[in-house]
Structures are given as C-alpha cells and as structure tokens.
C-alpha cells in the first residue's frame, strides 16, 4: 500500500503522534472479536478487552510482548496456547496501517475453536457414514446372492429336489435372513449410537428370566450356554439395550470360542451387577485385545471364517456405557475369552 493511501491518526492536542488514544480509535473502528495493536517490531502495543479473553490474560501481561505470529496482511488461522496449556483455534485478519512515522499492525481475532471441532466432527461423521456403507455393501452382498441362488433353485419347475434336499435349501435361507437381520440391527444401533439417539427408558429388570429368554435369541446353539445367576437380582437399563448388549456377547462367544458357553450373573455390591459371558475357546491375541473394542474390528484370521462386520462389542460397549455402566474383557481362567457387562443394579435388587 503506497504511504499516501495508508490511514494517518492525529494525538488529541492536533500534533502528529503515536499515544494510546490515537491507537484506541484505530481498536474501536474494528469489528472482530479481539484487536491487537502490533508495532513494526513484533510487540503488543494495544489489546481489547475481547483480546484478554481470547489470551486468557490479561492487558498488562501482553502489551509490550512479542505477539510470536507473523504479521502478514491478508488472513490466516492460528493456534493460540494458553495458561493452563489448552489450544484455541483463531482466525486471524492482518492490516497495516502508517501512524505517522511507524507502522502499525492491526491484527483482528476471531475464535474458531467450536467451529473448527464441528467441521472436523462432520468430517470423522461422514467418515464413519462412508465405511459403513462400504460394509454394509460388502456384508449383504453374499448372503443375499446366497438366497437368490436358494430362491431360484426352489422356483425352478424343472428341477426335482428330494424333500431333504428342500428342507435343507429353506433352512439355509432362514440362517441367511437372520444373520441379515442381526446385521442390519447393529448398523441401525451404530447409526443411533453416533447420532447420540440411543433408547433411555432404564427400568427394572428381573435378570434370571431375562437371560433364559435371550437364549432364544440364538436359536439352536442356546444348547451350548450354560447359566448362573441369583434369582433375586434385578438390574436397571433400558430393555431393549440390554437385550442387544447381552445378545451381541452370546454371538461372539459362540462364533469365535468353543463351549461350553458360560454366562453368570452376580451382585458386585448395592449398586452394580455384572453379567459375565466366558468360553472355552482359544481366547483373543494379546496383540488384538486394544483393538477389541473398536468399530469394525476383525480379529486375525476372521475374515474368511466369519460373516460378522466387527460391530458387536463396539455396539455392546457403546450401549453399555450409555446406560451407566461398561463391557470389558479378560482372559477366562480356564482359557477362551471373558467379557463382563457390568449394570447398575435396580434399588433393592
């Protein structure tokens, strides 16, 4: 900018010159959050009361510091450290002006920190949309050309099927409905467990009985668990979350251990219970076990043996820890693997 066309600023007496007041009119006519007022030499000559609160310091502790940034005309983003060693994110808006002599950065600051969270929220949130999606594709698309091959062979006409042959064909095709239905029920609990939507109506639930009605949930394998659990304790959680926490432990230790499955259940004191889901299979690889937990998480090798997305105990977790309580996991004593759900226990119960 040519020095003619750069702003000149006036003391309060007429004379030429650089006191405070001449530097407040230039703070004043600014718009953004924060101002400071930087000398050609990189020091704070001036800040707004905005400014003190953006630096979580106040006025005397910043004029006459370096301000640390470079004072280049146009706009940037920059992360402000604070006292207590946090970060803020601030868009900053350089100009300069000529105070007779002297140049004078004015550096105009606005907070960013919320909206730069929320874009990089978006961005993780379309992420896990994306990957879910991809495996919601892949997942589907076997056991759903599976069933086609099913469905046609028993439309056929042509072909005389023995009525073993038949039966065996139709129960293939209720496996594959159902293992598609168990997918479809996590990828609508992971969508509600990301959008914060999860179910929160605890209520008092006899645990015993609970328990011996989620074996129906896994059909004929409900021969391999064997129970334990007091006939008095009563957990509080919502139902239907503790139904899917329950369902999606029994799932992984049937596909990935061996039985006998045992399930126990007991007070851990007033207020909690814990639920325990162990098999004596061959247990998860120490090298695996951070990653347990985590969305779409596959143990070694189970890629070509399972049909499972790797949602189970991320979902089993997430629900778990939205109700008030945690799932976690241990290697059972006896070999195989030990997930505990722990509750809250209903008063009394």
């Known amino acids: ?54 630096f979580d310091r106040p006025a005397d502790e910043l004029v006459g510091r370096e301000f640390g940034f470079p004072l280049v005309v146009g706009e940037t983003t920059i992360d402000l450290m604070l006292p207590d060693r946090g970060v803020r994110v601030v868009e900053m808006r350089v100009t300069t002006a000529l105070l007779e002599a002297d140049t004078l950065h004015v550096a105009a600051l606005r907070d ?8 990089r929220e978006l961005e993780a949130a379309l992420e896990r949309q994306n990957v879910i ?19 046609d062979t028993l439309r056929d006409r042509r072909a005389v099927l023995p009525e073993q042959a038949r039966a065996d064909a139709v129960n293939r095709i209720a496996e594959r409905t159902a293992h598609l239905q168990a997918l479809v029920r996590k990828l609508l609990t992971a969508a509600r467990i990301d959008a914060s939507a999860l179910p ?58 061996r039985p006998p499955i045992v399930t126990r259940a007991v007070a851990l004191d007033h207020r909690w219970l814990e639920v325990s889901v162990c098999d004596h299979g061959d247990g998860v690889p120490a090298d695996f076990v951070p990653r347990l937990f985590e969305r779409f998480s596959r143990g070694p090798g189970t890629e070509r043996t399972s049909d499972g997305a790797g949602l189970g105990l991320w979902v089993a977790r997430g629900l778990a820890r939205a109700n008030g309580g945690d799932v976690s996991y241990e290697p059972a004593p006896h070999g195989g693997a030990c997930f505990r759900l722990r509750l809250r226990r209903a008063p009394g119960g």
């Open 1 to 54: 900018m040519a020095d003619g066309n750069r702003p000149r600023f006036h003391g309060a007496d007429g004379e030429h010159g650089t006191g405070p007041d001449d530097i407040r009119r230039v703070i004043v006519s600014a718009t953004a959050d924060g101002i400071l007022a930087v000398d050609a030499h990189g020091r704070i000559l001036f800040c707004n009361p905005a400014a003190e609160e953006l």
């Open 200 to 257: 929160d109506v605890p209520e008092d639930i006899p645990v015993l009985p609970f328990l011996i009605e989620r074996l129906g949930d896994v059909t004929e394998e409900a021969e391999t668990v064997r129970l334990s659990c007091p006939p008095d304790l009563v957990a509080r959680v919502d139902r239907l979350a503790f139904s899917e926490m329950l369902t999606n432990c029994l799932e992984n230790a049937i596909a990935h251990g």
């Open 112 to 119: 960013i920190t919320r909206r730069r969270q929320a874009q």
């Open 133 to 151: 999606v991809a495996v919601a594709a892949h997942q589907l698309h076997n056991p759903l050309a599976a069933i086609g091959v099913l469905v």
